[in-house]
């Protein structure tokens, strides 16, 4: 998906997400108030060598008072190693400051995307996430690091010089400032350009990290179907819009600090100009005139370090502009103010009530006044073709998207009304869709929860998972790679087979739990949920109707409706949609053996 760059804004907007970033600051206030200190410190130092300079220059050469000049030299020497202590101490804090700010930002971006609803995940890819979390945070931490903070001491330092100048002679400091109006304007020209320029890299390369993950991801597919060079060559031209928008910004920079480079040079030489003719005149000491060079030197420093400040503020603004549009994405799917609390003893009732579903506001239902109930202890089985809405009803009951009428309860309960740690406790849900993390394998049935390891081992017992965790290297113990990939695919459902029995849930959710394993571990599979389901609410989506013979109630899904509900035996008898499913199946097996 390509992400568009945010449009321009205007200096308001700036000052906003500035004033945004500078909250997170809060929690280090004593930190950040000793780093102005010390900023503050070395500024006030700044003043100190122009000042012994004109003293040297007028009074103690002209006296022949060595005494006095080493006097001056020494009092150079300790500002100077003054200065450098408070230099040190002002840059261990500001990247403190930075390094603080980056780990809460992290924090807070992924607590956040572990909030929102799964509907955000189906419209952001993987890789522009990636690129808020990592890429855009780290430049906030460079602004925080070498940027804010320093700021207000550049800024400090241009007050107190300005200050000094005017107060020594005003005449030379008007001529030192002449060439202000013309940096303002730099500054103004090239500011939109910079702005633009580095949005445009961040947008580059979030497409660029998206679709490496993508294609990283799905390397056997690319591989198998021949797609190396045409894969090679996307990614140049991803690579080549990268690099292209690096060096219109570098283009940009490159004009606009030596411009100011190219001012500071017009400003002395004004002065030595204008304070040479009036040295000639006898109206200015040499002493004066060598201080004010010192002192514009000093003035146009920090305004140089603003200027290269200036391009990481830009950048760390296109970075917060999307930081911030990611924070502030709607939890659509929230937790219940006041949580409910379900009826004692949990009997695991699951009802649905007229309930209509569909993915965008002006799209097809996907889901059409679906009613039914799942008994307590009762096997519940969805079927019919792709699409039909099967895994949407699952979808809902976890409540990662909500139906637009109707209602679902859990014991008479709305589950709008739960909280997700009390639904989804409920539940223990085998996906068709594995997904396994990389860690060892006990850890991957657990998933860091409150479950004794004893537990787990007889979840993956009565699965029978233990047979091939027990040939692993490590057994329990074994470290699977990315997603699970060093098991098969029947082995990585068995797995996720035992995490979901490891909670002792109430109620079972199979979502195709056996459509990617064989005969025999579909047989292993069947003997346990025949055994597991005695006591629990079990709704099975089923491929293969030969799983779901001995259900309760099958429904029969058709179009987003319920068409035809009842046992096997008596769908059967109807010869309607669910007999023409089970001999078109019943076909497909013929045919294959």
Same mark, same amino acid.
């Given at each position: 998906?390509?992400?568009?760059?945010?449009?321009?804004?205007?200096?308001?907007?700036?000052?906003?997400?500035?004033?945004?970033? &500078?909250?997170?600051?809060? @929690?280090?206030?004593?930190?950040? *108030?000793? %780093?102005?200190?010390?900023? $503050?410190?070395? !500024? #006030? +130092?700044?003043?100190?060598?122009?000042?012994?300079?004109?003293?040297? &220059?007028?009074?103690?050469? @002209?006296?022949?008072?060595?005494? *006095?000049? %080493?006097?001056?030299?020494? $009092?150079?020497? !300790? #500002? +100077?190693?003054?200065?450098?202590?408070?230099?040190?101490?002002?840059? &261990?804090?500001?990247?403190?400051?930075?390094?603080?700010?980056?780990?809460?930002?992290?924090?807070?971006?992924?607590?956040?995307?572990?909030?929102?609803?799964?509907?955000?995940?189906?419209?952001?890819?993987?890789?522009?996430?990636?690129?808020?979390?990592?890429?855009?945070?780290?430049?906030?931490?460079?602004?925080?690091?070498?940027?804010?903070?320093?700021?207000?001491?550049?800024?400090?330092?241009?007050?107190?010089?300005?200050?000094?100048?005017?107060?020594?002679?005003?005449?030379?400091?008007?001529?030192?400032?002449?060439?202000?109006?013309?940096?303002?304007?730099?500054?103004?020209?090239?500011?939109?350009?910079?702005?633009?320029?580095?949005?445009?890299?961040?947008?580059?390369?979030?497409?660029?990290?998206?679709?490496?993950?993508?294609?990283?991801?799905?390397?056997?597919?690319?591989?198998?179907?021949?797609?190396?060079?045409?894969?090679?060559?996307?990614?140049?031209?991803?690579?080549?819009?990268?690099?292209?928008?690096?060096?219109?910004?570098?283009?940009?920079?490159?004009?606009?600090?030596?411009?100011?480079?190219?001012?500071?040079?017009?400003?002395?030489?004004?002065?030595?100009?204008?304070?040479?003719?009036?040295?000639?005149?006898?109206?200015?000491?040499?002493?004066?005139?060598?201080?004010?060079?010192?002192?514009?030197?000093?003035?146009?420093?920090?305004?140089?370090?603003?200027?290269?400040?200036?391009?990481?503020?830009?950048?760390?603004?296109?970075?917060?502009?999307?930081?911030?549009?990611?924070?502030?994405?709607?939890?659509?799917?929230?937790?219940?103010?006041?949580?409910?609390?379900?009826?004692?003893?949990?009997?695991?009732?699951?009802?649905?009530?007229?309930?209509?579903?569909?993915?965008?506001?002006?799209?097809?239902?996907?889901?059409?006044?679906?009613?039914?109930?799942?008994?307590?202890?009762?096997?519940?089985?969805?079927?019919?073709?792709?699409?039909?809405?099967?895994?949407?009803?699952?979808?809902?009951?976890?409540?990662?998207?909500?139906?637009?009428?109707?209602?679902?309860?859990?014991?008479?309960?709305?589950?709008?009304?739960?909280?997700?740690?009390?639904?989804?406790?409920?539940?223990?849900?085998?996906?068709?869709?594995?997904?396994?993390?990389?860690?060892?394998?006990?850890?991957?049935?657990?998933?860091?929860?409150?479950?004794?390891?004893?537990?787990?081992?007889?979840?993956?017992?009565?699965?029978?998972?233990?047979?091939?965790?027990?040939?692993?290297?490590?057994?329990?113990?074994?470290?699977?790679?990315?997603?699970?990939?060093?098991?098969?695919?029947?082995?990585?459902?068995?797995?996720?087979?035992?995490?979901?029995?490891?909670?002792?849930?109430?109620?079972?959710?199979?979502?195709?739990?056996?459509?990617?394993?064989?005969?025999?571990?579909?047989?292993?599979?069947?003997?346990?949920?025949?055994?597991?389901?005695?006591?629990?609410?079990?709704?099975?989506?089923?491929?293969?109707?030969?799983?779901?013979?001995?259900?309760?109630?099958?429904?029969?899904?058709?179009?987003?409706?319920?068409?035809?509900?009842?046992?096997?035996?008596?769908?059967?008898?109807?010869?309607?949609?669910?007999?023409?499913?089970?001999?078109?199946?019943?076909?497909?097996?013929?045919?294959?053996?």
């Amino acid at each position: 998906m390509a992400e568009q760059s945010p449009d321009p804004t205007v200096a308001s907007y700036d000052l906003a997400l500035l004033g945004r970033l &500078l909250r997170y600051l809060r @929690p280090y206030r004593w930190q950040t *108030l000793s %780093a102005l200190a010390l900023l $503050l410190g070395g !500024a #006030a +130092l700044a003043l100190v060598g122009p000042a012994l300079t004109q003293r040297a &220059l007028d009074v103690a050469i @002209p006296r022949h008072d060595t005494g *006095l000049l %080493a006097t001056l030299a020494g $009092l150079y020497l !300790a #500002a +100077l190693l003054l200065e450098f202590g408070l230099e040190y101490g002002q840059t &261990l804090l500001t990247t403190y400051l930075g390094q603080r700010v980056m780990y809460d930002l992290r924090l807070g971006l992924f607590g956040h995307l572990q909030r929102l609803a799964i509907p955000f995940f189906d419209r952001n890819p993987v890789g522009r996430l990636m690129t808020r979390v990592t890429s855009d945070v780290e430049t906030l931490n460079e602004m925080f690091a070498s940027g804010v903070v320093t700021v207000f001491g550049d800024v400090f330092t241009l007050i107190a010089i300005m200050l000094m100048m005017l107060l020594v002679d005003w005449r030379l400091a008007l001529v030192a400032f002449s060439v202000m109006p013309f940096v303002w304007l730099t500054a103004r020209v090239f500011r939109r350009r910079v702005r633009e320029a580095f949005s445009d890299i961040r947008v580059r390369l979030a497409r660029l990290t998206s679709y490496l993950q993508e294609h990283l991801s799905g390397m056997p597919v690319v591989q198998l179907f021949g797609r190396e060079a045409a894969s090679a060559a996307r990614f140049a031209e991803l690579n080549d819009e990268h690099l292209e928008a690096h060096l219109r910004s570098i283009t940009v920079y490159a004009i606009f600090f030596p411009v100011v480079e190219l001012l500071t040079a017009v400003s002395l030489a004004l002065l030595l100009w204008y304070g040479g003719v009036r040295s000639i005149g006898g109206t200015l000491t040499v002493g004066v005139l060598a201080a004010f060079i010192q002192l514009t030197r000093r003035f146009f420093q920090p305004l140089q370090d603003l200027a290269e400040k200036f391009n990481l503020l830009q950048s760390a603004m296109a970075s917060s502009e999307r930081i911030f549009r990611t924070l502030d994405e709607p939890i659509t799917i929230p937790e219940p103010a006041k949580p409910a609390a379900l009826p004692a003893p949990i009997r695991g009732e699951v009802r649905f009530e007229h309930v209509w579903f569909r993915y965008a506001a002006d799209g097809p239902w996907v889901l059409r006044d679906v009613s039914f109930t799942a008994a307590p202890g009762a096997t519940v089985a969805l079927v019919g073709h792709t699409g039909a809405g099967k895994t949407t009803v699952i979808s809902l009951l976890l409540r990662f998207y909500e139906p637009e009428r109707g209602r679902i309860t859990v014991d008479g309960v709305d589950i709008r009304t739960l909280s997700f740690a009390t639904l989804r406790g409920l539940i223990g849900f085998v996906q068709q869709d594995l997904f396994l993390f990389t860690g060892d394998v006990l850890r991957n049935v657990v998933l860091d929860a409150p479950v004794p390891e004893t537990t787990a081992r007889d979840a993956a017992r009565r699965v029978g998972a233990d047979r091939f965790i027990e040939r692993l290297p490590a057994g329990y113990a074994h470290v699977l790679g990315e997603r699970g990939r060093s098991l098969s695919v029947g082995e990585r459902q068995l797995l996720s087979f035992a995490r979901a029995l490891a909670r002792d849930p109430r109620i079972l959710v199979l979502d195709e739990a056996t459509s990617s394993v064989d005969a025999e571990a579909e047989a292993q599979i069947q003997r346990a949920i025949a055994e597991l389901m005695a006591g629990r609410t079990s709704i099975v989506v089923a491929h293969r109707l030969s799983t779901i013979l001995h259900a309760d109630d099958i429904l029969v899904f058709h179009h987003g409706a319920i068409r035809e509900r009842g046992t096997h035996r008596e769908l059967l008898a109807r010869r309607g949609l669910y007999e023409r499913l089970y001999r078109l199946q019943l076909g497909r097996a013929a045919g294959a053996a």
